[in-house]
């Protein structure tokens, strides 16, 4: 089977830097997705990693550990808007197994 | 392309009664998955098609639930007959592969079963 452990909250204030962490543990792995999901609305892509290191887009960037089964995103100068939850996801074969999701509240 | 659709966006129905959901892919994609999503259990993948075919329905929660994709362009999410337990936003979204490609979501469909 497949298992994701994320933190259940995260809170920032406006500017800062915050990182969701993310452990998996999972047969047939071919890489780690990020996405982010506002309230009422669906989830939307942010990265992938299919191999070790970070990978940056904008404001965002995301790391991945084969040998650790981990990685996290790194989320900087965060903006209002940014308040969200956020979820790594698994690719297994055709699969894509979602974690139970990171809530981040970013204070003013 | 409009994205993925989903089709209804809100329904509430009464425990017992057949529920069906709808979903247009995103033309050129190969994969169509199906999530429920609710607080306790978080996005929950229920099944998948790879070129219309069913590859993986480990996730149906019981025989009530059934899915099928009679073409590229449509798929069907069936619960008959429908328990309060149910109620849950379901998304349906789409690839244009399997591993490594971004998932397009749909804009769900929030079930109420009372």
């Known amino acids: 089977g497949q298992s994701l452990e994320q933190p259940s909250e995260v809170t920032a204030v406006e500017g800062a830097i915050v990182q969701i962490n993310c452990t998996y543990q999972t047969s047939g792995f071919y890489g780690l997705s990020w996405y982010q999901q506002h309230d009422g609305g669906a989830p939307t892509f942010l990265s992938y990693?299919?191999?070790?290191g970070l990978e940056e887009t904008g404001r965002f960037s995301s790391f991945l550990s084969r040998s650790d089964s981990y990685g996290y995103l790194l989320l900087q100068e965060l903006q209002m808007k940014d308040s969200a939850s956020y979820f790594c996801a698994v690719h297994n074969t055709g699969k894509l197994i979602f974690g139970q999701g990171t809530t981040l509240q970013v204070k003013p | 392309d409009a994205g993925v659709i989903q089709s209804p966006r809100h329904e509430v129905t009464e425990m017992g009664q057949e529920v069906t959901l709808r979903c247009k892919p995103i033309?050129?994609?190969?994969?169509l998955f199906w999530y429920r999503q609710t607080m306790m259990r978080g996005l929950e993948l229920l099944i998948y098609f790879n070129n219309n075919v069913p590859i993986d329905d480990s996730g149906m929660p019981e025989d009530r639930f059934s899915a099928k994709m009679p073409n590229a362009s449509f798929s069907t999410l069936k619960i008959q007959p429908s328990e309060p337990r149910d109620s849950a936003v379901y998304f349906c979204a789409s690839s244009e592969t399997g591993a490594g490609t971004e998932a397009f979501f749909g804009q769900g469909t929030r079930l109420t079963v009372v």
């Open positions: 990693n299919a191999l070790d």
């Open positions: 033309s050129g994609h190969d994969y």
